[in-house]
């Protein structure tokens, strides 16, 4: 009783048949098992089994703990509505994963769909050895799902829609899924440990779910699929090509309120699972927010913010680069909190990723820049030309802007976003970065040819307008001009000579 609680707060169960381990997620099984003999050897078969509603578009598993680096398989409808399609996955982040050719993994009987139910039972043969899963203990898995119409295709490249709500990290105890007989639970005879599924069906999306009353279970009986079906007549396959992408999608109301509301119980030994609702239209909406704050900082704002020092030349230009860069420092800052709240906050964690690593070490950097620009700055003015402050700041500017444009990239890699998005990026992002180069060149050039012809006056590039009421306003041009020995002074800013 203590144990059925705690799975209906929790929203799943993860469930031990002596040879195989399942879990329950959003009214969808998934069970694993691995051959006794493939736990001793680190090599060999696991099976593996995904079961839910047809009213699915697609069902997926995963071995790892996030997309990135995983071993995923999808199953979808054939193109006779009665059979399965099955496609392995390599997971390269929150995106599209690509085609694994070298993938060992086959349909196997009792795979197809019946009653309103697709079942697929898969035998992976380089899943114990590919270093992905932990073969003892708890083991970390993903799982996703799609309601919606059938794909009704045999094309393992089939294009697939984003998920919705159901998907996330589930954690399986190994230790249950060992199989003493070394075969294929999912098919041999046996008898149905006793489970009760206490779903109002109507709640899940209007799917069919016949055979119900064995949610939970582990299917054995006469080589038939988890709740019964007949044997599949489609290829199955080692080499799929499709794979669900992550764009344009939102949350789906009625799987959210399904996943709520369908909660299994049953009287198996618990195991450990995690999941439970995420807001996607939330998260997308953050995403969204974080791509614009974070895109427009470096592609747009640091960038003319430097180009400006090097191009432009008005009295108080040193001051108006600096407000300018914290403002865009500022923008950088929102995004940033945005980002990192989305790598570590819901089902899946991104934080590991390449993509948020870049920009925690952007974040620290550009904490730098002010405090490298002022001691730049001051020294500057003391000695009346570049000291190792000005080159650190400089450098650091340089590293930090086109290091940043490339982790806009890696973003839009990471959320897989729509095609323009990238597009639409990658120009503005050019563009701007070439105008950068150039005006680096331009302002070193004018830098060394105005050192030697005399600069305008230093005062004049630090000093803010003041319609000539300011006492430095009628300074000489000569003394402005000369540095302690009379020799033109150095310049700290690039702009045209006046």
């Known amino acids: 009783m203590r144990t059925s609680l705690i799975s209906t707060l929790l929203g799943l169960g993860s469930i031990a048949y002596g040879q195989s381990v399942s879990t329950n997620q959003g009214g969808i099984k998934y069970a694993v098992s691995v051959p006794e003999q493939t736990v001793n050897s680190n090599k060999g078969d696991m099976y593996i089994q995904i079961s839910g509603p047809s009213s699915n578009s697609w069902m997926a598993i995963g071995q790892g703990s996030t997309m990135s680096g995983a071993n995923m398989f999808v199953i979808y409808a054939s193109g006779s509505g009665t059979n399965v399609t099955l496609s392995p996955r390599s997971g390269s982040g929150h995106s599209t994963p690509q085609f694994n050719s070298g993938s060992q993994a086959t349909l196997m009987e009792g795979s197809g769909i019946s009653n309103g139910v697709m079942t697929a039972n898969i035998k992976c043969s380089d899943c114990a050895s590919n270093g992905k899963t932990k073969l003892t203990g708890t083991a970390q898995w993903i799982y996703a799902a799609k309601s919606g119409s059938p794909l009704n295709s045999d094309d393992q490249s089939a294009s697939i829609q984003q998920h919705g709500s159901a998907y996330g990290p589930?954690?399986?105890?190994?230790?249950?899924?060992?199989?003493?007989?070394?075969?294929?639970?999912?098919?041999?005879?046996?008898?149905?440990?006793?489970?009760?599924?206490?779903?109002?069906?109507?709640?899940?999306?209007?799917?069919?779910?016949?055979?119900?009353d064995n949610e939970g279970a582990s299917p054995t009986s006469n080589g038939g699929g988890f709740f019964g079906g007949s044997r599949p007549t489609a290829r199955p396959t080692s080499f799929p090509t499709g794979f669900p992408g992550f764009n344009n999608g939102g949350g789906n109301n009625n799987r959210k309120r399904a996943d709520a509301a369908c909660t299994p119980t049953n009287g198996g030994n618990s195991g450990s699972s995690t999941g439970g609702l995420y807001d996607i239209n939330k998260r997308n909406a953050m995403l969204k927010a974080h791509g614009i704050m974070?895109?427009?900082?470096?592609?747009v704002l640091f960038p003319f913010g430097a180009i400006s020092i090097r191009l432009l030349s008005f009295p108080g230009l040193v001051w108006f680069h600096a407000a300018f860069q914290a403002f865009a420092y500022l923008t950088y800052i929102i995004g940033f909190g945005l980002g990192i709240y989305i790598a570590t906050q819901g089902p899946v964690k991104y934080i590991n990723d390449a993509h948020p690593i870049i920009g925690i070490i952007l974040f620290l950097a550009l904490f730098l820049q002010p405090i490298l620009g002022w001691l730049h700055h001051s020294n500057f003015k003391k000695f009346q030309q570049r000291t190792g402050f000005s080159y650190a700041?400089?450098?650091?500017?340089?590293?930090?802007?086109?290091?940043?444009?490339?982790?806009?990239?890696?973003?839009?890699?990471?959320?897989?976003?729509?095609?323009?998005?990238?597009?639409?990026?990658?120009?503005?992002a050019g563009i701007v970065f070439l105008i950068y180069v150039v005006a680096i060149f331009i302002g070193e050039r004018r830098r060394k040819r105005n050192a030697i012809a005399g600069p305008p006056k230093y005062d004049d590039a630090m000093r803010i307008p003041d319609g000539g009421s300011s006492p430095n306003s009628g300074r000489s041009m000569e003394m402005g001009n000369r540095g302690a020995n009379g020799a033109p002074a150095a310049r700290e800013f690039y702009g045209r000579r006046k």
């Open 170 to 212: 589930m954690s399986l105890n190994m230790d249950t899924a060992k199989n003493a007989a070394n075969t294929n639970p999912f098919t041999s005879a046996g008898s149905t440990t006793g489970s009760t599924n206490n779903c109002d069906e109507s709640q899940n999306s209007g799917a069919s779910s016949t055979g119900s």
């Open 294 to 299: 974070a895109g427009l900082a470096f592609a």
């Open 393 to 428: 700041h400089i450098w650091l500017g340089r590293i930090v802007i086109a290091l940043g444009i490339i982790n806009g990239g890696l973003g839009f890699r990471l959320a897989a976003n729509t095609a323009w998005g990238p597009i639409v990026y990658g120009v503005v």
